[in-house]
């Protein structure tokens, strides 16, 4: 049999008081003696007396939830962050509601349409092309909002995330710096703005290294695609690309396609074909012989994440419209990236 909530009504009877003193010793509100509010205190304790949110949210304005808005809360990357983000948003006395959009503009629009209705008082969201209107309209609702993981160029809105660009650059010029000159690029075929920074970091490693861009060495995977199908299309450009002696792919999940395109082509990492994915995953340690990654500082995104939005919350005069952080990530190297051999070319 499932026990029904106590209610203030409950505690009321229990401690012979009305419901209005009761109400005011739980919101620490009005002078009510000190034997009678511990009276109440402990009753309520020892009954597991809890409020309803949504009820507080109504009366005072504050509800003590946050709206956690991301990509795919089953992934690692977003799954870490949340875990962070939920850990220090308790110790600050706050709960969460996760929502996932899959990339997904009109489930972002649902996610947001709900988070509102539970009366939330703060936002961190993953942002999807085509929700900033949406998104813009919170803001301007006095709602305080944190991206994470992407930001809309052109707007106002505080956002946390890696540093995409120098991140790839850094990245690509490691590769070019091993004596790779041929480096495929393969990424998700959106307009999220951080994927962009990505492939803009590695055109510009090439432009700095006098090597030419060839558009024949970037493919762009729909964003939807089914595993399968995206295993095919990564086979069939790393085979009509035979010069390629290099690949970056610039999302993990990418990463570990490509890992299985390349094994099913029985291709040589990295004899045949040097590797690195954008964002750290366990496959990659275990894979032999280890792939390189750039690796995000989820804590770092995370805990940054969640302090300026407490930040705000705690004092609505604290504008935080122009915090645009991007922190650096680590290059971890491991086998899948050695100096390549060159060939011995005799007369």
Known sequence: MIKRKISIKDIAKLTNTSITTVSFVLNGKGRISKEISEKILAV????????????????????????????????????????????????????????????????????????????????????????????????????????????????????????????????INFL?????????????????????????????????????????????????????????????????????????????YLGITGLQSINQLKIDIPADLAMISFDDNEIFTLYPPGITTVKQPTFEIAKSAIDVLLAQMRNDKYDISKIKLCIPAQLVERGSTTQKKQSLITA
Not at 61 to 90: C, D, H, N, Q, R
Not at 202 to 220: H, Q, T
Not at 228 to 252: H, L
């Open 44 to 171: 309520a304790l020892s009954q597991g007396y809890e409020p309803n949110r949504m009820a507080v949210g109504l009366r005072t304005g504050v509800s003590k939830v946050i709206g956690l808005i991301v990509e795919t809360i089953g992934g690692p990357f977003f799954g870490a962050m949340a875990k962070i983000i939920e850990e220090v948003a308790e110790k600050a006395g706050y709960g969460v509601i996760y929502c996932s959009t899959n990339n997904n503009v009109q489930k972002g629009r649902d996610a947001i349409k709900m988070l509102k209705q539970q009366l939330v008082d703060g936002y961190i969201i993953t942002p999807v092309k085509g929700l900033e209107e949406d998104i813009q309209s919170l803001v301007e609702n006095g709602k305080p909002v944190v991206l994470i993981d992407g930001y809309f160029p052109g707007y106002d809105i505080p956002h946390v995330l890696v540093d995409n660009y120098n991140s790839t650059y850094k990245a």
């Open 176 to 252: 070019i710096g091993l004596g790779y000159q041929n480096i495929g690029f393969v990424t998700a075929d959106s307009d999220l703005a951080q994927l962009h920074d990505r492939l803009q970091g590695y055109k510009d490693a090439l432009k700095f290294n006098d090597i030419k861009e060839k558009k024949k060495l970037v493919y762009k995977s729909p964003f939807d695609s089914e595993n399968t199908k995206a295993i095919e299309a990564i086979k069939n450009f790393i085979k009509k690309n035979e010069e390629m002696d290099a690949i970056f792919f610039s999302t993990n």
